[in-house]
């Protein structure tokens, strides 16, 4: 079975950090761009971070500027999502998502909602509470 499986979540104290991951279970992430987003409780969903493919270029929401930080490993099998000073409201269950390049990270980001020309693939979330 094709699909995204994120790890990383739990739960955190605020100024605390994780490392999210992203793979492709049933193929590679090489040619992919790839995104981070996420669902806080009552709130629509966001994108905070996407990179491409090609270029190696990114995106980040202004929320998270300066606090996380994408990255893919050398054999583009992984897209981490490192996250610092976490915060309370980013709490949330975060989604990475994989489209074929076309578009900006930061258009990629803004792809929120499903539709024909939006992601290829959706992981299903990994939970990440922040608490004290």
């Known amino acids: 079975q094709v699909q995204l499986v994120e790890s990383g979540g739990g739960l955190v104290q605020p100024g605390g950090s994780l490392r999210l991951a992203c793979e492709g279970s049933g193929f590679t992430l090489d040619y992919y761009d790839i995104g981070w987003f996420r669902q806080a409780p009552g709130k629509e969903r966001e994108g905070v971070s996407c990179i491409n493919n090609g270029d190696g270029s990114t995106y980040y929401a202004d929320s998270v500027k300066g606090r996380f930080t994408i990255s893919r490993d050398n054999a583009k099998t992984t897209v981490y999502l490192q996250i610092n000073n976490l915060k309370p409201e980013d709490t949330g269950v975060y989604y990475c998502?994989?489209?074929?390049?076309?578009?900006?990270?930061?258009?990629?980001?803004?792809?929120?909602?499903?539709?024909?020309?939006?992601?290829?693939?959706w992981g299903r979330g990994t939970l990440v509470t922040v608490s004290a």
């Open positions: 998502a994989a489209r074929l390049p076309g578009v900006t990270a930061q258009a990629m980001c803004a792809m929120t909602t499903p539709s024909p020309s939006g992601m290829d693939y």
